[in-house]
């Protein structure tokens, strides 16, 4: 192989190289935002649950307040009692004072059933914290987890970066930029093998011609059909 194609097909590895970091950073972060998301989740149902917490308390207030009215009204028709005479007026003030009674005993069971949601809404929202802070332990291990391995990745592809500075400085220009043209679009198959007399970019036969110039390799060869750099490995 002439040292031209050499050098691409090392300069086509050290890209594929830096390339494969992408998904490691792209998973690492992925796991940090699905953390993130559950903790946000439990934050928010445990907003809704507080909310509707308050509505119930709200209602236990004014249910409250009925409850001070109707025991006023009870006292005042005791107080009534004493100064009736007639039996139609004794009667009438039996009736309401039933009536007060049932509405006292229907306030005082509406209350019982409000503080029971509000007793199990409290519960949920036990859980939810406990959920939550188990979900941010979770996150600072995984940040933790992510700094080391970012770090690591950074080193390789300082590491990487740096020889493949050196490759570039040492080859001609103008190959460099005819393969930095080729990858823009081909990205990591700029340079790419013959196999059976194929290219292993676009998979077309290759003919005769243009199969002996790549065996020979004296100059840069591409693949008639895609335009591919193309080289025959070493046996
Ligand atoms: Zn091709």
């Known amino acids: 192989m002439n040292k031209y194609l050499t050098q691409l097909v090392e ?42 917490i308050e509505e119930l308390s709200e209602q236990i207030s004014l249910t409250n307040a009925q409850i001070a009215e109707l025991n006023a009204k009870s006292k005042s028709s005791a107080k009534k009692s004493a100064s009736l005479k007639t039996e139609k007026e004794i009667k009438a003030l039996s009736v309401e004072v039933d009536i007060t009674k049932e509405q006292l005993s229907a306030a005082n069971e509406q209350i019982d059933r409000l503080e029971k949601h509000v007793e199990t809404k409290k519960a ?91 065996i020979k390799s004296d100059d840069i060869v591409t693949c008639p059909y895609c335009g591919r750099i193309l080289y025959k490995e070493a046996e």
């Open 11 to 52: 300069l086509c590895e050290h890209d594929k190289e830096l390339d494969s970091f992408k998904p490691k950073i792209e998973a690492a972060q992925a796991r940090l935002n699905s953390k993130v998301n559950q903790i946000d989740k439990a934050k928010n149902e445990i907003d809704v649950l507080n909310g509707e």
């Open 124 to 214: 949920l929202i036990a859980d939810l914290e406990a959920q939550k802070s188990a979900f941010e332990t979770e996150l600072e291990e995984i940040k933790a987890e992510v700094s080391t391995q970012m770090g690591e990745v950074e080193e390789s592809r300082s590491k990487i970066y740096s020889v493949r500075e050196k490759l570039i400085k040492s080859m001609d220009p103008k190959t460099v930029s005819f393969y930095e043209k080729i990858r823009k679009w081909a990205s990591n198959t700029a340079v790419v093998p013959v196999r059976k007399q194929a290219c292993y970019g676009c998979f077309m036969r290759l003919n005769d011609r243009v199969y002996s110039a790549v």
